[in-house]
């Protein structure tokens, strides 16, 4: 089945650092790939949705100048929190159109957490 | 606007027993219906998804039940497990291919 591996799985920055998080599709091209967050014991709300080639289209109240999203290629989006704060601290999770009918499939979640 | 509401938010159960989710939606133009599982520290894992055109979809323990007239599907877990303890999202889409989430409902199995 259609696989989107997403790493790293967790990662601890410094406060004001950058961190970049990967999310590739290993059987698939992914045209569409969308960013979720995820905050403990809460339901996933979607950040941003990328298309290969183009500029990402973010959801209300998301800082696209704090999350930097790239799609270069069609098996891979990146998604960088710069100058991370406490306060970004969150689960971040990637998904893509498998390509199948109706069928999405996500990446295993990123844990960050800002210290 | 595009809102999944999703009952209970907690729900127990001995194992064996069959828990059932339960969600409403309010777009009509919604066209398709997924259930999500998933574990802590986990990306959310495809369980099963209905159409707005069937009634109701069998795969293994797991049915959804979908009421169009109402706006309304549920999730039944047929003879459930301590394995099946997680947490479970229903989800809607739309025709811009976005997913809505429900809130939620963390299902717990008791041996």
């Known amino acids: 089945g259609a696989v989107v591996s997403q790493h790293p799985s967790w990662v601890i920055c410094k406060s004001g650092t950058s961190v970049k998080i990967e999310c590739r599709s290993l059987?698939?091209?992914?045209?569409?790939m969308f960013w979720y967050r995820q905050f403990p014991k809460q339901s996933l709300m979607l950040m941003a949705t990328?298309?290969?080639?183009?500029?990402?289209?973010?959801e209300q109240g998301v800082e696209k100048d704090k999350f930097l999203i790239n799609h270069a290629s069609l098996t891979l989006s990146t998604l960088t929190v710069t100058s991370a704060h406490p306060e970004d601290s969150s689960f971040y999770i990637c998904?893509?159109?498998?390509?199948?009918?109706?069928?999405?499939?996500f990446g295993s979640g990123t844990r960050l957490t800002v210290v | 606007q595009q809102q999944v509401k999703q009952s209970p938010q907690s729900l127990i159960v001995q194992k064996g027993g069959i828990p059932i989710i339960n969600c409403a939606y309010e777009?009509?133009?919604?066209?398709?219906f997924p259930w999500y599982q998933q574990f802590p520290g986990k990306g959310p894992a495809l369980l099963i998804a209905?159409?707005?055109?069937?009634s109701e979809k069998k795969e293994g323990r797991f049915t959804i039940s979908f009421n169009k007239s109402a706006k309304q599907f549920s999730l039944h877990i047929m003879d459930s497990q301590p394995g099946d303890s997680a947490t479970y999202f229903c989800?809607?889409?739309?025709?811009?291919?976005?997913?809505?989430f429900g809130g939620g409902t963390r299902l717990m199995v008791k041996p």
């Open positions: 998904s893509a159109r498998t390509g199948t009918l109706y069928g999405y499939t």
């Open positions: 059987d698939f091209q992914a045209t569409t």
């Open positions: 990328s298309n290969e080639g183009s500029k990402a289209t973010y």
């Open positions: 777009n009509t133009a919604f066209d398709y």
């Open positions: 209905i159409r707005p055109d069937v």
């Open positions: 989800a809607a889409k739309d025709a811009g291919n976005m997913l809505t």
